[in-house]
């Protein structure tokens, strides 16, 4: 276990918000996990800080979860259980998943943080959500500092959501064990340009393909933290009722939508802040991303504060005109 003091967190969140914390802990092992508890029971877990905004120092340690480890639990004919530990960071886990031939993360390609934190918030694209390949997961039971084992039913996922989530000072995972197809595997390709993609290339869907053209997509459409600083997807697509859906198409006939279920519509967040006129705006050192205005980015220097200070402004600007309040999908600290 190694203790930091004064440490900048700037290295730890992809904004690159230089913040600086009392005390992180970086743990290697489950043991490390439980002495951190015991010597500091009040302590935050960082995981990749890849969906987080600090927008003030924290005030207690921090646990950054280093374990590492992919291994096969169980496998049959047609599918593999997989077991990652939380350490893992998720792009080098779909990479050794799609390296094997074994299907169902393969949408979820390039997507930054660490296999840990990939069930807090239910990660997802191109039609894939974790919740589709999530078999259980170990998690501490910080109260008793006792493990346990936590199967599909109790992780409540929704939405970019789940128990860990709305429970934050509950459970630390600690391993995830994901069900996975070795063949008869069941691609979702007709989402974004994944089809054309495949068609141009002149490759057959398999998991090695499919997480080739998401990782195309994804670097032409999202900048590189590493170049420039962002969160990925700052907003939650959100879900509307039918009847309000119906009322917007009459004066945006072009609005894309999805359905939600239940007489609901989802509704792309990027078309709504993009009709706000504020694709590529900018004010100081953060802005909306000129590719893409899911995204909000730091230019340089940006202070968290400011970051949510213009996250702010853009749900204003889409409330005013659609009546549609857009829930932040980063959990602001």
Same mark, same amino acid.
């Given at each position: ?21 009392p005390l992180l802990i970086e743990a290697e092992s489950e043991a490390d996990i439980l002495e951190a508890l015991k010597l500091y029971p009040n302590l935050k877990v960082l995981g990749g800080g ?18 590492? !480890? ?6 049959? @004919?047609? &599918?593999?259980?997989?077991? %990652?530990?939380?350490? =893992?960071?998720? /792009? ?31 990660? !997802? ?6 919740? @589709?390949? &999530?078999?259980?997961?170990? %998690?501490?039971?910080? =109260?008793?500092? /006792? ?58 869907e398999s998991p090695e393909h499919i997480a080739q053209v998401v990782k195309e997509i994804r670097r032409s459409k999202l900048p590189n933290p590493v170049e420039l600083g962002n969160s990925g ?101």
């Open positions: 276990m190694k203790i930091h003091e004064n440490i900048s967190l700037k290295p730890y969140n992809t904004f690159g918000i230089d913040l600086k914390a890849s969906n987080i905004l600090l927008t003030q120092a924290p005030e207690v340690p921090l646990l950054h979860i280093t374990q590492k !480890g992919i291994s096969v639990a169980h496998e049959i @004919d047609e &599918f593999v259980w997989v077991r %990652a530990a939380a350490g =893992e960071l998720w /792009s080098d886990f779909v990479d050794y998943c799609v390296a094997q031939g074994y299907g169902g993360v393969e949408n979820l390609a390039l997507i930054y943080g660490t296999v840990g934190a990939a069930p807090v918030q239910n990660i !997802g694209a191109y039609g894939v959500e974790l919740k @589709d390949v &999530f078999k259980s997961c170990e %998690a501490i039971y910080r =109260e008793s500092r /006792s493990k346990i084992n936590l199967e599909m039913g109790g992780c409540t996922f929704g939405y970019r959501d789940s128990i860990f989530k709305q429970r934050k000072d509950t459970y630390i995972i600690t391993s995830v064990t994901f069900c996975l197809t070795k063949q008869n595997h069941q691609f979702k390709t007709h989402y974004g340009d994944i089809r054309a993609r495949l068609a141009a290339h002149g490759w057959e997807s700052f907003f939650k697509n959100p879900v509307i009722p039918q009847a309000q859906f119906l009322e917007l198409q009459k004066r945006y006939p072009d609005m894309p939508h999805y359905s939600a279920g239940d007489d609901q519509e989802k509704i792309p967040a990027a078309y709504l802040i993009e009709s706000c006129e504020l694709k590529g705006y900018r004010i100081g050192a953060v802005g909306v991303h000129k590719g893409q205005p899911l995204v909000l980015v730091n230019y340089g220097g940006a202070t968290g504060t400011e970051l949510l200070a213009l996250a702010r402004y853009v749900q204003e600007q889409v409330k005013k005109r659609f009546g549609i309040l857009m829930e932040m999908e980063v959990n602001v600290w």
